[in-house]
């Protein structure tokens, strides 16, 4: 998830574990906590830009690495911290909770979150997108709430509990329309008569009401996009071409590099060739026609790959939602079913 919704969770659940001894200080050590997992972006500093992508959700967000944390950083702020009657063994078990809670809310998005590092697996829900405005705004209602009464009133953990329960509960009932979507899609593509082997349906931006699916047939991919709001009826499909031998032409498909993000995507990716650039369109994050009909017609995420002196040169296109604000009247136009 983005940075102020984890800022947000990690304040919350700080709030739950020790708000009524150590009051606001437990949502600051709380946030600062729920921030550390993504500090793993700064590995761009280290390395090239696609193991930075590839390695971003890895080992800082395991639980092996919150297991490792978690006392460390609660010896940190009871050293730090002029409240001597909390232990450092509380504040480990508020970092810990912090820590932890922040990658099990990435699992509930697309892109895939290492838990079980050292294990290559990455667990992905497709619950909710990556940014959220109903899952976030309500909890960060309830925390202001909560941080305007004394530490011992019991208005405060009461907003703190309504705003955690509220947040999660609004997980599962992405993961339920997500069940639901596929059901819906899965049952198109049949009265559609369109063959497919498995099929993907992640969230659209900032909604758990508008859904898009993306189906592998043989040779191509299928993709769709639905509201709850809309006619299941009038799905209307694209294909894309997988073209996965592509990568012979210009000698990636063996390299372990090229290997990686054939991983990462779980498969789900399509090919195009344009002189001695790949373009690799990673088809779990949708398709600009699903969002608006005035962007170009590709997929949000597209990596640009070159083989050089046997490395890869890799850059990514802008997803489309980074483009502009401009087509935002026409998607949510699409999000409520017209």
Known sequence: MDSLTQIVLGAGVGELVLG?????????????????????VF???????????LNHRGFMHSIVFCALFAPLMGWFIHRVSKNKNISAREWSWLAWWSLVTHPLLDAFTTWGTQL?????????????FVIDPLYTLPYIVFLILAMRKKKDDPKRFRYAKLGFYLSTGYLFF???????STSVFESS???????FDRSDVKP???????????????????????????????????????QHELADVIGLSQHPDYKALQRNARGF?????????????????GQTDAISSHIEKRSNFVYLLQLKEGKIIFHRKAPAIAQGFSFLGEYFGKVFGN
């Open 174 to 180: 992405g993961l339920g329309m997500r069940l639901y």
């Open 43 to 53: 590995g761009a500093l280290f390395t090239d830009p696609l193991h930075a992508m």
């Open 204 to 242: 659209m931006p900032f909604t758990t009401f508008y859904w898009e699916c993306t189906a592998e047939g043989k040779d191509v991919f299928y993709t769709g996009a639905w509201s709850v709001f809309g006619n299941a009826s009038a799905i209307q499909y694209r294909s894309i071409p997988k």
């Open 189 to 195: 593509l049949r009265e559609q008569g369109i063959a």
């Open 269 to 285: 990716y399509a090919l195009e060739l344009k002189g001695d650039t790949l373009e690799f369109h990673d088809l779990r994050f």
């Open 116 to 128: 079980f590092w050292p294990f290559e697996y990455r667990v992905t829900w497709n619950g909710v």
């Open 20 to 40: 009524k001894k150590a009051g606001n200080k437990a949502m600051l050590w709380g946030a600062i906590a729920g921030t550390v997992p993504d500090l793993d």
